[in-house]
């Protein structure tokens, strides 16, 4: 059973270009999460998606965007990248509702230069 | 807004030692909690959730406990292990769908 699949694990990416990275969620999950954890630090919210609609948000400006597909893998997309974003991308699935834990992926490393 | 503290923030032990990790938060509406593992440069792997209405779960040498009326959690390591090294992270799920974590606790075990 395969878990959450992230992609590419990593990348580096020069000031104000797009980025995007890519979350399978792990069989038979139909939630997916986005996080950012920068070095030393606790993940922080980006925003969630669940049936193909972005449901929360975190305090991420709108150069953060994301999509969820049909058989309900996920994209991050960051434009005009800043030095600032490199971090560790985190991806985490579940089911709906609040009596699951979230399964979360091995991350993309993202970094600007 | 919900805060989350985990104290130590670092924590180094010998080998076979028991320890317990802490976990504060303040704000008790919360719906479950959960542990993470963080080895370093890596994803989150899970360990123990436990739901708002419980007091309590174990996994092998590990026993998480939740007393929401005092917005603690702590997670229990026994017989500690090399292995054990690594970040372990609580989160809260709250009322707006998202995880609220802590900054960490960096644990070494030494053989």
């Known amino acids: 059973d395969a878990g959450v699949t992230q992609s590419p694990t990593h990348l580096i990416k020069t000031r104000g270009q797009q980025v995007t990275l890519r979350c399978s969620p792990k069989?038979?999950?139909?939630?997916v999460s986005w996080y950012q954890q920068a070095l030393g630090q606790g993940p922080q919210f980006i925003f969630q998606?669940?049936?193909?609609?972005?449901?929360q948000r975190g305090n991420f400006p709108d150069r953060f965007s994301g999509h969820q597909f049909p058989n309900y893998s996920s994209e991050l997309n960051v434009n005009a990248l800043l030095l600032g974003d490199s971090a560790l991308y985190l991806c985490?699935?579940?089911?709906?509702?609040?009596?699951?834990?979230?399964?979360f992926g091995s991350g993309t490393r993202l970094t600007v230069v | 807004k919900q805060e989350v503290t985990q104290i130590p923030a670092a924590l180094s032990v010998p080998e076979g030692e028991n320890l317990v990790l802490n976990c504060s938060f303040t704000d008790s509406a919360i719906y479950n909690l959960q542990w993470f593992r963080q080895d370093p440069g890596k994803g989150l792997t899970s360990l123990l959730l436990?739901?708002?209405?419980?007091r309590e779960q174990t996994s092998g040498r590990l026993n998480a406990s939740l007393d929401k009326s005092s917005g603690r959690s702590t997670l229990y390591i026994a017989a500690s292990q090399p292995g054990d090294s690594a970040t372990y992270l609580c989160a809260l799920l709250t009322g707006f769908q998202k995880l609220v974590f802590g900054t960490g606790t960096r644990l070494l075990v030494s053989p």
């Open positions: 069989s038979g999950h139909d939630t």
């Open positions: 436990i739901q708002s209405s419980q």
């Open positions: 985490a699935s579940s089911l709906e509702g609040v009596n699951y834990g979230y399964t």
């Open positions: 998606y669940y049936e193909e609609e972005e449901r």
